[in-house]
């Protein structure tokens, strides 16, 4: 199970959530869509062996919105202990 965000700033009302939540729910390897209005971002969580995020963006562009931005936000990660990945030495404690 993966996560993703998409950004879709053109939603401004229920209606509108609807409509994206019924275009994700209906694609095949989507488990759960979750949408708010207010920060106008889509949570959805899928299969990645089923879907990937052109596909999700392609229903969210053919329900007639404009998707601004796309994260992944994979599942976390085990933290790292004695400082940052990249090498610069900075102590997390
Ligand atoms: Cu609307």
Redesign the pocket.
């Known amino acids: 199970m993966q996560e993703l965000t998409l950004s879709v700033p053109d939603?401004?009302?229920?209606?509108?959530?609807n409509?994206i939540d019924k275009a994700l729910t209906q694609l095949p390897g989507v488990e759960q869509v979750q949408v708010d209005l207010a920060t106008k971002l889509v949570q959805v969580q899928y299969q990645p062996e089923q879907i990937a995020s052109p596909q999700m963006e392609g229903a969210v562009s053919n329900a007639g919105y404009t998707v601004a931005d796309v994260k992944s936000t994979p599942m976390p990660v085990v933290q790292q202990q004695g400082g940052c990945s990249c090498g610069c030495q900075t102590s997390n404690n």
């Open positions: 939603m401004s009302c229920q209606h509108c959530v409509t």
